[in-house]
């Protein structure tokens, strides 16, 4: 397996994995200077997400009409110069509006990254290539808290943002060297009234329930959202079943295997991707830690995570997809549940047992489970 494409893929989608959580350590600095509440500010976060829920539908599409390699690289730069417009910023309005762009950007890259390395790697590769690929999904999150802790405290948040630059061009060269070129694909026309309905549906969804758990607005805006998102998105179910082809082809469904790992990878994804906002948060306001020290202590699932992808492909064919997936969430479940009994009297090596053993469950599962869906 050539290795430097799940590498150089890894690095773009690590720069969008941790840029997502690296932004909640710095928000009551940036807040002080725009001039605004930290609970305001947490509508730079949903407008990031709801940037994601409206052009991830899309870019399957894109890949194929424009190539896959050219959209990829396209994607890193919206994403650096939305990092850059981020920086730049004076007022509440304009941060937002550059964190949708950034937004933008990192909706094309994680999608078309995947679909880079799926049209050019071997099915009997895939684990590996899957192992190397998922560290950032586990890793970016853990480590953007003592990053972003880091740089709040030492520095300044602007960068945060800035430091998106040069990695951001680190990856466009690498990819213009290195990756293969995926070929575009005969497509038909996109589906304008499905891409206007997940739009609807996602946005509205995703931004309803993120105005309901943070009062920023009143509730009604978000009670509202939700309901017509969700509207939309019964909408789009009616479209898709009469569309010759629809923009999310909901036919995949049907592959037991696909529908399984596309299910339960959702399911664990919801717990799992919890964990590093809401860990930092406690430790920082329930246990009287620093944004830095919290950072150092959740930093402990990454370690699990990468020495995992060592081991991943052996174990897995010593043991089998089935055996390896069942252990993995059971653990992954139990230590994501043990969480909720730590307690200030907690000493601080069990907490960080408990997290290095769930980084190793939870990096066993997402390997598992998306090489199984990708195969």
């Known amino acids: 397996m050539n290795r430097i494409v799940p590498l150089i893929l890894a690095v773009a989608l690590f720069m969008e994995q941790m840029d997502s959580t690296v932004i909640a350590t710095a928000l009551p600095a940036i807040a002080a200077d725009l001039g605004v509440g930290p609970i305001t500010l947490k509508l730079a976060l ?22 896959a390699k050219k959209i990829f690289r396209i994607a890193i730069m919206v994403f650096v110069v939305g990092s850059i417009l981020c920086a730049v910023s004076g007022s509440l ?18 999608p078309v990254g995947r679909l880079v390395l799926l ?5 009997s590769e895939l684990v590996s290539a899957m192992a190397l690929l998922t560290i950032p999904a586990l890793v970016g999150p853990l480590t953007g808290p003592p990053v972003g802790g880091f740089i709040t405290t030492y520095f300044s948040w602007h960068w945060i943002f800035l430091i998106n630059v040069p990695i951001g061009f680190v990856g466009v060269w690498l990819s213009t060297l290195y990756l293969p070129e ?19 549906a996602a946005s509205g969804i995703v931004f309803g329930l ?80 620093t944004p830095f020290e919290s950072g150092l202590v959740t930093f402990i699932g990454a370690i699990g995570a990468i020495t995992t992808k060592v081991l991943a492909r052996r174990v897995f064919a010593a043991a089998g997809f089935r055996s390896v997936l069942i252990i993995a969430a059971i653990s992954g479940a139990a230590t994501t549940a043990s969480n909720a009994f730590f307690t200030p009297a907690t000493p601080i090596l069990v907490i960080m047992g408990i997290l290095l053993i769930a980084g190793f469950c939870r990096s066993f599962f997402f390997t598992g489970i998306n090489s199984l869906g990708y195969a």
């Open 46 to 67: 949903t407008s990031y997400m709801v940037a994601l829920a409206i052009f991830i539908p899309v870019s399957g599409w894109m890949a194929d009409r424009y190539g």
């Open 93 to 110: 309005l304009s941060f937002i509006a550059a964190r949708f762009l950034q937004g933008m950007g990192g909706a094309m890259m994680t």
């Open 119 to 123: 049209r050019t790697t071997k099915r």
């Open 182 to 200: 995926v070929a575009p694909v005969e497509t038909a026309p996109i589906d304008l009234k499905g891409f206007f309905y997940t739009a609807i």
């Open 210 to 289: 993120s105005v309901m758990s943070l009062p920023a607005l009143p509730i009604e805006i978000g009670v509202g959202a939700t309901i017509i998102g969700s509207l939309a998105a019964v909408l789009y179910l009616m479209h898709a079943r009469r569309h010759p082809n629809p923009l999310l082809d909901l036919a995949l469904f049907r592959n037991a295997a696909f529908r399984i790992s596309a299910l339960s990878g959702s399911i664990f994804r919801i717990a799992a991707g919890a964990i590093p906002f809401l860990m930092p948060l406690m430790l920082q306001l329930g246990f009287g830690m």
